[in-house]
């Protein structure tokens, strides 16, 4: 059932779940106001005992000011609150949804925690129970930790190219180590979204407020944010000038699987080597009418891939769709100006592009050609 009045629902419900947007200040706090208008809207309705359930991404210490909310507005005992975050990806949140690693519980009550194991009962996982302080920080920590995983591949990655070693290899092997695992480990132009930016901003900022400072966040951020930097001087150191070279990209989203280009990576990519006036014809799958919003008339966008490709100096992949992938090469190389290609995601088989004859450059590499 749909309703835009928060005064039926809450009649209507035993538990609430907030779910609204905490978008980051431009300090990097996250901005509360969405949560504190939602809470106070709930509590001035109440009219029997429900479950406040905190889902999202918020801050540590966001219940307590969410039941500071519910003491001035709502009526003693009518209400719990409760930190239940979510750890879905976009573009496969059902099957996380259904298939979750584990499903953390902050509660202050057996009643709250009873009431919200039995909203999951069907699901077959692991449950964390556990204070609404340690759950809100079970969020941030995890982000966190899978967004430092990306950035030290990254940064591993600039070691391979310096010393001529091969970043698969390296973080393959690193993976075998099942306290370390393959995942997150994969090296690129970095990553993106409207979720791991944001958040290790904002627990940067949360932890700066405790007295801390968390220095490997910070880190982080600065490796993620000079990736793409460092993917445009490959480009460069073989192109020379992008003024008036005609380049084109291949994946808009920030990652495969999504039409989002919040915080892409890409986006980021293309604003940065047009404002150095490369001309860019760019193609994604499913991310064109969302890149339109952000770049405008800026750059050309293609109806396909091998149309992005036609008469340009070289070919930057920039979101690893699998129809890039398993593209036809032979066609690339005849509709390109120049027979380069720039993989930022390293999700190309160098060997077989070289054998095309195809100058390939992919990020910690080792493929001299
Ligand atoms: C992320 C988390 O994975 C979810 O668990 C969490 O619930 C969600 O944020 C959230 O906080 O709501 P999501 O932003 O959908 O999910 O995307 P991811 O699949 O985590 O990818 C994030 C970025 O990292 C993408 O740009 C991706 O290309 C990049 N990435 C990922 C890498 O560069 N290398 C990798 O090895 C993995």
Not at 14 to 33: H, R, S
Not at 124 to 152: G, P, Q, R
Not at 174 to 199: N, V, W, Y
């Amino acid at each position: 059932e749909f309703s835009d009045s928060i005064k039926y629902a809450t009649e209507k419900s035993e538990i609430i779940f907030i779910c609204v947007n905490t978008p980051p200040k431009p300090t990097g706090e996250a901005d509360l106001i969405y949560v504190e208008e939602v809470s106070k809207e709930i509590a001035r309705n109440l009219s029997k005992f429900t479950l406040i359930v905190e889902k999202s991404t918020v801050p540590v210490e966001t219940c307590e000011r969410i039941k500071q909310v519910f003491e001035i507005y709502g009526k003693k005992g009518l209400y719990e609150i409760a930190s239940n975050p979510e750890f879905l990806r976009e573009g496969s949140a059902v099957y996380d949804f259904f298939n979750p690693d584990r499903i953390v519980i902050g509660v202050e009550s057996k009643k709250a925690e009873k009431m919200l194991k039995n909203l999951y009962k069907k699901i077959k996982t692991t449950f964390v129970i556990t204070d609404t302080k340690s759950a809100e920080l079970i969020k941030h920590a995890s982000n966190s930790f899978l967004a430092l995983k990306i950035s030290y591949a990254n940064m591993l990655s600039r070691i391979c190219d310096i010393v001529n070693a091969d970043i698969k290899m390296v973080t393959y092997a690193m993976g075998l180590d099942k306290r370390i695992s393959s995942e997150f480990l994969k090296a690129g132009i970095g990553f993106g979204g409207s979720c791991f930016p944001k958040d290790l901003m904002a627990f940067n900022f949360i932890t700066k407020k405790l007295g801390l400072n968390f220095k490997i966040i910070e880190d982080t951020l600065e490796i993620n944010n000079t990736q793409v930097d460092y993917f445009i001087n490959k480009i460069k150191n073989k192109l020379w000038n992008l003024n008036r070279k005609k380049i084109a990209v291949w994946g808009l989203s920030f990652k495969p699987e999504t039409d989002d280009v919040r915080n892409s990576q890409a986006i980021e990519f293309i604003k940065k080597i047009i404002s150095e006036g490369a001309q860019v014809v760019a193609y994604d799958p499913k991310a064109i009418e969302n890149a339109k919003k952000v770049l405008k008339e800026s750059i050309l966008y293609a109806k396909d891939k091998y149309t992005a490709v036609e008469n340009a100096e070289c070919l930057c992949l920039l979101t690893e769709w699998k129809e890039f992938i398993n593209a036809d090469f032979k066609k690339v190389k005849q509709l390109l100006q120049a027979p380069f290609i720039f993989d930022g995601r390293n999700v190309l088989n160098y060997k077989y592009l070289k054998k095309l004859g195809f100058y390939y450059e992919g990020i910690g590499i080792r493929c001299t050609s």
